[in-house]
């Protein structure tokens, strides 16, 4: 895509020690790519330096933006508050623990003309084994609770149209937030591709996908929406047409 309008979404926890390295590289990318982009750090609550850090950049920079939560309110409300703080044609969702290559962007962004959604998945996923069996589990039951959604559901590697979000509400505010998006995008007809994202071992900071808390809630979370999903579908109207919004 020629000069692509985009928004790039950075949740962020306590990532004082990598956030700027990640919000350097991903400014450096976006401006050899297009003049119309803004980075969206969304800082949820962190105890740490991780805001100061984003207000310095965003001071010297105005598409560096910094929205912050005051209190912790997990992952996909993160993802929630920086999706509906985007302003462009097109939402990139990554993390801001620098565990993806921004550059891989340019083999998403040709996808896009037969996509409303380009799912990325990690391969291989350089994690701990704790968290690639936590991962394997998690796909597994999403994939079986609600017919195939994705090699991996919970990759931050994702672009889309902002157009989704005016029909694909999420509830969600812990870890099912990609689940259920993925699922109602599915549901409700959105063209799709997947396609294959680089993944690093974490550099700094601690993960909290693996917490008992963090997980018992995402249970709750994808228990609700399985009950609800219809009702849910339901009050966003009909699918679309097959194959006709990524035309």
Known sequence: ?????????????????????TVGAVVDFLQTLTSDYEVIVVNDGS???????????????????????????GYGAALGTGFAAATRELVFLTDGDKQFDIRELVNFLPLMPNAD????????????????????????????LFGYTAKDVDC???????????RV???????????EFLIKARRLN???IEHRASHYPRPAGQPTGARLD????????????????????????????LNQQGA
């Open 214 to 241: 963090v997980i018992a809630r995402a249970f709750r979370e994808l228990i609700w929406l399985r009950l609800h999903l219809d009702e849910e579908l339901a009050q966003q109207g009909p699918a679309a047409p």
């Open 1 to 21: 895509m020629s000069q692509p309008s985009i928004s790039v979404v950075l949740p962020a926890f306590n990532e004082e020690a990598v956030i700027g390295a």
């Open 117 to 144: 959604l380009v799912i990325g998945y990690r391969d291989p996923r350089r994690d701990p084994p704790k968290r690639l069996f936590f991962g394997w589990g998690w796909n597994s039951l999403v994939n079986v």
């Open 47 to 73: 105890r740490d330096g991780t805001r100061a850090v984003v207000d310095k950049l965003s001071a010297s920079n105005a598409h560096v933006r910094c929205v912050s939560h005051e209190h912790n309110r």
């Open 190 to 192: 959105y063209p799709r």
């Open 169 to 179: 509400h999420v509830r969600a505010t812990g870890a099912t937030f990609s689940a």
């Open 156 to 166: 931050a590697f994702k672009l889309f149209r902002r157009s989704i979000l005016d």
